[in-house]
């Protein structure tokens, strides 16, 4: 029973360019939360999805961020026109509900270093 | 609002010797769940403990333990006889048990010398 999966583990991306962060949830999984974690810090909530929903982004930038939960595939965390500060790592987590009883699942992170 | 503070940044000890870590939460609700998490070297974020706030019976996994003290708002964890492989950030975490947003401390350092 695969965990939640990230990829890719590691992205370098230059000033300006794109950044795609892709998350697979744990089977049966339904729900996606991005949390990123600045370095020396702990990790921040971004954004919480449902399939084809976002259902809450107030963690997200207002600009060059952006997330989806297609029906079918993994969810993506979307950067546009990247800034050194936002290097970071990324992880995505899944649960079986919103506020179930049990713990989230974590992914082992995206690490994003831009240059 | 809910905070969680993790004052001590690093902790440095030698191997075998006893470490703690604190932690401190704040929250408006009376029922939530406090956690702990583990970030090795490699990156990933490995769960270590849930506890829910209505059940403050501290508990022990193996070298590892947690006190939950709610009159003081803190959900301290201890690692018995340290080894170099609990070398790592560690993370304490609330979520109100009626939301589904973690929030983290900003993480403690052990580093565990041989």
């Known amino acids: 029973n695969a965990g939640v999966m990230q990829n890719p583990r590691h992205l370098v991306r230059r000033r300006g360019q794109e950044a795609r962060l892709r998350c697979s949830p744990m089977k049966g999984h339904s729900h996606v939360y991005w949390y990123r974690q600045l370095p020396e810090e702990g990790l921040k909530f971004m954004v919480y999805?449902?399939?084809?929903?976002?259902?809450?982004e107030s963690g997200m930038p207002k600009e060059r961020f952006s997330a989806e939960f297609p029906k079918e595939g993994p969810s993506i965390l979307r950067i546009q026109q990247v800034v050194r500060g936002d290097s970071a790592a990324y992880f995505c987590?899944?649960?079986?509900?919103?506020?179930?009883?049990?713990?989230?699942?974590f992914g082992e992170g995206s690490r994003l270093t831009v240059l | 609002a809910q905070k969680v503070t993790q004052a001590q940044t690093e902790i440095s000890v030698v191997e075998k010797e006893d470490v703690t870590l604190d932690c401190v939460y704040e929250t408006r609700d009376t029922t939530y769940y406090l956690f702990w998490y583990k970030q090795p070297p490699s990156g990933e974020l490995v769960f270590l403990i849930r506890r829910n706030s209505f059940d403050e019976q501290n508990e022990i996994s193996g070298r590892y333990s947690w006190n939950f003290q709610k009159s003081t708002s803190s959900f301290n964890f201890t690692i018995t006889a340290s080894q170099v492989v609990d070398s790592a950030v560690y993370f304490c975490?609330?979520?109100?048990?009626?939301?589904?947003?973690?929030?983290f401390g900003a993480g403690t350092t052990v580093t565990v010398r041989a």
């Open positions: 999805l449902q399939k084809e929903n976002i259902i809450d």
């Open positions: 987590a899944s649960s079986t509900s919103g506020t179930d009883t049990g713990e989230l699942f």
């Open positions: 975490a609330l979520r109100n048990i009626n939301d589904y947003k973690l929030s």
